[in-house]
């Protein structure tokens, strides 16, 4: 019986805005490039599986400023190439630059709080699993996801990421639940979907841009409000 349910946060419950592909957008129109926002959103979702590998294999906080621009050059470029735009190497690191160098904020998608106010009322706890090294306190209380959550565990307190076993193994002593009682939601099949398989929980994708469910074998969701429908099956 599921008695918790955890969430990615970026991606899942929160994202940039302005919007990475408006921002994307922008910088390659700058610099000469012609590109849609739908085809942004593609590459993104291809460029975030060579992200998350990479992360796993070595984490990118743990790498020089020179490893991480090189990274990211190589991520833009993925991008930009899925959108239907190859660039060279030293394209891609200026179009990552000014992207990056725009102010932006999270802001919760809009079926966010009716999923977790749902969650909540039907009596599960609830909480988020996330690899940023932030605060994770500040983060939730600028997004107004506080008053919703029960736990919340990030990389920056475990010391290690998703889909390491360690991560999730926290979230579940915060929620105060064995494996088989937490269900996992997240935008990610690797760090999120197998690696809370890994501990033994239960895991639901969440595929918002329609371009990351391909061969993907567990449940998918395109969106939150699809998430009680789900739960009513699985109790």
Known sequence: MIKAVSFDFYNTLVRFWPPLEEIQQAACHKLGLTVSEQSITHGYAVADVLFNRENEDRPLSQRTDKERLEFFGRYEQLILETAGVPVSLDLAQKVWNMAMAVPKD????????????YLRESGYKVGIITNLRRNLDELCQRSGLTPYLDFAVGSQEVGIEKPHPEIFKAALNHAKVIPEECLHVGDQIRSDVKGAQGVGMRAVLIDRSGFGANGVDCPTISSLSELGDFMDGIV
Do not use: I, M
Not at 106 to 117: I, K, M, S
């Open 106 to 117: 999270f802001v919760l998608f809009p079926d966010a709080v009716p999923a977790l106010e």
